[in-house]
């Protein structure tokens, strides 16, 4: 199933074929390494950079007997190097001094294409930001009209989360770039330091500092739990376009191509799969992070009850985070905004979204905040009940009418503050703080 969401380039970081190269390039460097501290004889580690190669098929078919796919490995490569120079493959080392090495090198690849692909959104978020930078509609608290935003500055508010988004695979990134060679329970034993040091330099990884047989899991854990920040931001904002496609609100649609169908049964739906599926793929990237951190407690210096979790997690969640990135980025740059239907939203509340600015202009008058907010309270709630009664009369026209009101604001003055451009006096700021 995973294979209808992998896009090429992610998928080829994770292919059985790519780990066995970088298993080869960690063998090849540990045998130079070996070789310039005069370990290894020129000649024989010659032999070994010239002859070194394996086959996938023979590897399985030597693992179908050993039951151990790293000497299936290396049986399969010293096979192609012959002898004498094959007793040096793998000298010193232990199985997951390649597995684990190997996998930093896999991640790190992985998490520079999710980075760009975050890069790119971003790109696509702003400028529907800046297109709508001024475009008023209702902000809403527990899904009820509160005051006025724009759709700009609910753009904005997405651009910076993936900001956040790119923060957290940065620091991932430094985290997981960590490999080594220090041998059965990490006690570099039978291996100088140097060699670590030297493999580790040429992948661009950093040696960890202190290891048992394995690199510690805290770290692949924080890995997966950067991903399932970003894919929790996702749906964050996958929920926020359904809510804003819903027929009462209608306030943005997501793109409904030629020729598509919303139902087998209804032909008048057009509904938000996309959002929906985005929903849906979040929540397996979150389940693995919870597999992620059962990975953390291993027995002593190494048991391999996580190695089995992570060749399913880690590709399944670099391959379906890459894909939801590419989805939501296609679904912002082609969502449909309604700014007519936002004002007519926005008017639904028959300008009850004042109260809280003529609440602050009756503290300022000298009422307790106690009295101004009972003063305003009485005049939203008959707004209301009038709407209920099919008389839509405004929040402005009972404030005009109450005399108590009267004798502490103008008719002028509460047509000043019953301007919904005070909302706005700070919108320029905000896009200026995000570099938009």
Not at 101 to 117: G, P, R, S, W, Y
Not at 174 to 182: E, H, M, N, Q, Y
Not at 300 to 306: A, L, V
Request: net charge negative; hydrophobic share 40%; charged share 30%.
């Amino acid at each position: 199933m995973i294979e209808r969401y992998s896009r090429p380039e992610m998928r080829a970081v994770w292919t059985e074929r790519r780990k066995l190269e970088i298993w080869l390039n960690i063998e090849l460097l540990a045998a130079e390494a070996l070789c310039r501290e005069d370990v290894v004889p020129e000649d024989e580690f010659k032999q070994i950079r010239e002859r070194a190669a394996f086959d996938i098929e023979r590897c399985y078919e030597l693992e179908k007997t050993l039951h151990h796919d790293v000497v299936a490995f290396t049986t399969n490569v010293s096979e192609n190097i012959g002898k004498p120079a094959s007793r040096w493959l793998h000298f010193g080392l232990t199985s997951s001094d390649i597995i684990d090495t190997a996998f930093a090198v896999q991640m790190v690849e992985a998490v520079d294409i999710l980075i760009k692909d975050v890069e790119e959104l971003r790109t696509v978020i702003a400028a529907k930001a800046r297109e709508h930078k001024y475009t008023p509609m209702i902000g809403r608290s527990h899904g009820i009209h509160a005051e006025p935003t724009t759709f700009g500055l609910k753009m904005a508010l997405m651009y910076d989360e993936f900001g956040r988004g790119i923060e957290r695979l940065q620091s991932a990134r430094r985290r997981v770039a960590t490999g080594k060679l220090s041998g059965a329970v990490g006690t570099s034993a039978h291996l100088s330091p140097s060699v670590e040091e030297y493999v580790c330099r040429n992948l661009g990884l950093e040696p960890a500092v202190i290891a048992t047989q394995v690199v510690q899991r805290d770290i692949h854990a924080e890995f997966i739990a950067a991903l399932a920040l970003v894919a929790a931001g996702i749906e964050r904002w996958a929920v926020e376009f359904r809510h804003l496609q819903r027929t009462e609100v209608l306030e943005v649609e997501e793109f409904f191509s030629k020729g598509q169908k919303g139902s087998s049964a209804m032909p008048h739906k057009r509904n938000p799969i996309t959002s929906e599926r985005l929903s849906g793929l979040s929540r397996v990237i979150r389940s693995n992070l919870v597999a992620a951190l059962e990975n953390v407690a291993l027995w002593h210096e190494r048991d391999i009850s996580h190695s089995s979790v992570e060749r399913i997690i880690f590709p399944d969640s670099c391959i379906l985070l890459d894909y939801m990135l590419d989805l939501l980025k296609r679904l912002t740059g082609n969502l449909i905004v309604y700014p007519e239907n936002m004002k007519r939203n926005l008017g639904l509340s028959l300008g009850l979204w004042h109260s809280q600015t003529v609440l602050l202009a009756l503290i300022q008058k000298g009422l307790s905040r106690e009295e101004a907010y009972g003063l305003v309270q009485k005049n939203a709630m008959k707004t209301w009940e009038a709407r209920h009664e099919g008389r839509e009369t405004g929040l402005k026209s009972q404030l005009l009418e109450d005399p108590e009101v009267r004798g502490i604001l103008s008719a002028d003055e509460l047509q000043q503050l019953c301007n919904m451009d005070a909302h706005f006096k700070e919108v320029d700021s905000k896009f200026k703080k995000l570099g938009l």
